[in-house]
């Protein structure tokens, strides 16, 4: 494999098994050179990987969104979706949600204390300065939601957008209480979670509701709200979240 290949498949971290790693690691500082030599634009790190459908949404010169030392942005569409429009396979929305949501999701990648193994091995590479540039530059993309390939059925939701907007007594609390109105987020805190793909919102109820399992949750969090949930009120909720353009 030629060494451009390796740099690319070591950047785009898709594998993350013990022996690509460890090429990885290898390669280190001969990606560093690389990288330096790369990385003086985002024109040159686009046409390197090679997405140069995108190229032309984004704007270089001052407002520069590529990062000079980690993954670049292209490297994150390839999982996310154009402009961070999210995908059906599990990758969530970026576009439009607050930065600083996006900033600390990913330090909690890097520092393993949220986890999910792809987003680990490419938090690994950032700096804290890569981590803003990224979740700035994907907070401020409006692209529109990715076409699903089934769509999910009307009845499906109508049934989430009952959910999300009024709850379900004596226990869910309305999603949109806490997420604002259309999920479109509030803060840092509550974050956008309207566009969603299906998959996306399905495994992440879940992580919270295996999280309620190993300690009481706080009243008013995110995992006591999830633990509140049947799997049926989670597929009607991820439905409509999936339809629904912040
Ligand atoms: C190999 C596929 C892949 C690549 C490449 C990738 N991601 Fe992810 N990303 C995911 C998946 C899957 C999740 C969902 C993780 C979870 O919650 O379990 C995720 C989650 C995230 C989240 C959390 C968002 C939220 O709303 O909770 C952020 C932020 C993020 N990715 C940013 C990035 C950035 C920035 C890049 C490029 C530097 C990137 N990702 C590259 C697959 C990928
Ligand atoms: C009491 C306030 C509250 C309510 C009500 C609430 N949430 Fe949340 N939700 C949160 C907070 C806080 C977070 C951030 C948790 C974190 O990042 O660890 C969150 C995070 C999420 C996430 C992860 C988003 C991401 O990008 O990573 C999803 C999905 C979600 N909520 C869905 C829902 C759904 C669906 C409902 C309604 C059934 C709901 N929430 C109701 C407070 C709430």
Do not use: W
Not at 12 to 22: G, K, R, T, V, W
Not at 215 to 226: E, F, Q
């Amino acid at each position: 494999m030629s060494t451009i290949a390796l740099f690319r498949e070591c950047s785009e971290l898709i594998s993350s098994s013990p022996i690509d790693s460890f090429r990885c690691r290898t390669l280190s500082p001969l990606r560093r050179i690389l990288r330096f030599v790369l990385g003086f634009g985002l024109a040159a790190s686009l046409g390197t990987f090679g997405v140069p459908g995108h190229a032309q949404n984004l704007s270089i010169g001052n407002q520069q969104p590529a990062t000079t030392h980690g993954p670049s942005i292209a490297t994150c569409e390839g999982c996310h979706g154009a402009l961070g429009a999210g995908s059906e396979t599990g990758a969530p929305r970026l576009a439009g949600q607050n930065p600083d949501y996006l900033a600390h999701a990913l330090s909690m990648f890097k520092a393993g204390t949220r986890i999910s193994p792809p987003m680990q091995a490419v938090a690994q590479n950032l700096s804290e300065s890569d981590m803003r540039t990224l979740s700035a530059f994907f907070a401020s993309q409006h692209p529109p939601l990715p076409a699903a390939s089934t769509p999910p059925s009307p009845a499906l939701v109508a049934a989430g957008r009952q959910l999300a907007e009024t709850g379900s007594s004596p226990n869910v609390l309305a999603c949109f209480s806490c997420h604002a109105a259309g999920g479109k987020g509030n803060g840092a805190r509550f974050p956008s979670i309207a566009g969603e793909p299906v998959a996306f919102t399905v495994a992440r109820l879940h992580e919270f509701q295996a999280r309620a399992k190993t300690s009481t949750p706080k009243p008013g969090s995110m995992t006591a709200v999830a633990a509140s949930l049947t799997q049926s009120q989670i597929e009607q909720v991820a439905a409509y979240l999936s339809v629904t353009a912040p």
